[in-house]
């Protein structure tokens, strides 16, 4: 037993030695914030001296500034100079760089048209043909099949390239990390939520969404999202390049799982498989499997918000009633089943970032069979900086059954109720809640005086 202990240990430490090794491979961390951090792990060859290594498959809409290059492995090299280049070829761009220069154009009536390009533009290319004497062909772009150029303008790239001047002692293999930032990639969470027959309870669900425009594929990439509000120094607003383009959409087909950690002031979560985060696609990926969550539906008239009376549903993020986690900010959407068990759309909200033992309120719609109005019925000055105003609230049941509606009210300013024919609760300085009992197909008038000190 004691040799066969001598024999595993060492392998036992190989395989932690090498599991610590740094691989080749993408890492990027996504923020809430329109930003992710990618951390890009490859070997590449630098000869000894000074040399030009271009560094491609970066994102379009990297911020060159951010850019951190460390060797991993291998002989030290440094940056001595970084130029980003993203003047990326295309048809329109080519052309503009042949302006004086002979091209060949084909039409789709196979006539061939050879000269030096002296205009382009979106409906017509001009070719002087006779080399300043005529005669000028003006050919229209729509009936044009092909167009022949002798080799790609200098300058002209296509794809988006990180240009080095890299100083090293010696030539040779090297496992680097290049770290940058880059703007057109964002997450949110999006929760869904199943509330049962008596509006006791929810099943809710969550996913995350990723939306990638920043110009370049993470493929197998490890994934962290980060939520929380991080500042940053904002530079003057430019309009994102590709922002029209189409999406695909993809849906993960098994539920990976976040963990989730404290990070500074926010929370990080990270992703335990590879995911492939494609240019041009929102991906969607099961954040935390459904959950019962105890609610309360509440009737709510605020005359502040207007005069229609709101449903809400409102709980708290508690491990007794069902969550007890950090809720990142997203949209959250509700369900319920009909009379023959269809799922049917009831409202959805939006939450802020949630900490764990907030309470929580969804504005889910409008009351239909509850109506409610304020009055005031009367209004009276007792001295120069002291006056009162009577006030009258109904509120309308249309239901078969007995309701509850809470009627809030704001006073301003330094205030007392004088009089009231239903109790109420003060919540905050200047807001007031009536519990105000309605029977079904009933009517119920809440009557109060408020004074008001200035």
């Known amino acids: ?60 809409r990297i911020d060159p500034t951010s850019v951190h290059f460390k060797v991993l492995d291998g002989d030290e090299a440094s ?28 039409t789709e009536d196979a006539d061939l048209f050879s000269g030096r390009l002296v205009s382009v533009d979106g409906s017509a290319i001009v070719l002087d043909q006779g080399r300043g004497t005529g005669p000028v062909a003006v050919i229209n772009r729509e009936k044009v099949t092909y167009i022949r150029f002798p080799m790609l303008p200098e300058g002209l790239i296509s794809k988006p390239t990180l240009v080095w001047k890299i100083g090293a002692n010696k030539g040779g293999d090297r496992l680097v990390e290049v770290t940058y930032m880059t703007s057109s990639i964002n997450w949110h969470a999006e929760y869904v939520g199943v509330v049962n027959e008596d509006d006791t309870e929810i099943d809710l669900a969550a996913w995350v969404s990723i939306d990638n425009r920043s110009g370049a594929t993470y493929k197998d990439a490890r994934l962290d999202l980060v939520a929380g509000d991080v500042n940053r120094a904002r530079e003057p607003v430019q309009m994102a390049r590709g922002m029209k383009a189409d999406m695909a959409f993809e849906m993960m087909a098994e539920a990976p799982t976040f963990a989730e950690e404290q990070l500074f002031e926010y929370y990080l979560y990270k992703l335990d498989v590879p995911a492939t985060v494609a240019d041009r696609e929102i991906k969607q990926l099961s954040f935390f499997p459904s959950t019962h969550v105890t609610v309360e539906k509440v009737l709510e008239f605020d005359p502040y918000r207007g005069s229609d009376v709101r449903v809400l549903l409102e709980f708290v993020n508690s491990e007794e009633a069902g969550l007890g986690r950090a809720l990142p900010a997203g949209k959250v959407r509700m369900y319920k089943e009909d009379s023959i068990g269809d799922l049917q759309f009831i409202g959805e909200d939006r939450i802020d970032h949630t900490p764990k033992d907030e309470d929580v309120a969804l504005y889910l719609g409008n009351a239909f069979d509850v109506k409610a109005e304020r009055t005031v019925l009367a209004s009276r000055k007792i001295t120069n900086r002291v006056h009162e105003e009577d006030y009258e609230i109904s509120v309308r049941n249309h239901k078969e059954e007995d309701i509850v509606v809470r009627v809030v009210e704001h006073p301003h300013g330094f205030w007392t109720v004088t009089q009231t024919t239903l109790e109420f609760e003060k919540v905050e300085a200047h807001r007031i809640e009536f519990q105000v009992p309605v029977e079904a197909d009933g009517e119920t008038i809440v009557k109060f005086t408020v004074r008001y000190e200035y």
């Open 1 to 60: 037993m004691r040799r066969c202990l001598f024999v595993i240990l060492p392998i036992l430490v190989a395989v932690s030695a090498a599991a610590q090794e740094p691989q080749p491979g993408v890492a990027i961390t996504v923020y809430n914030t329109d930003l992710a951090l990618v951390k890009d792990v490859r070997s590449i060859a630098i000869p000894g001296g000074v040399s030009e290594i271009p560094f491609r498959d970066v994102a379009e």
């Open 79 to 106: 940056v001595w100079e970084q130029n980003y280049r993203f003047d990326l070829a295309s048809a329109s761009k080519i052309l503009e760089r042949y302006l004086e220069k002979e091209i060949d154009v084909v």
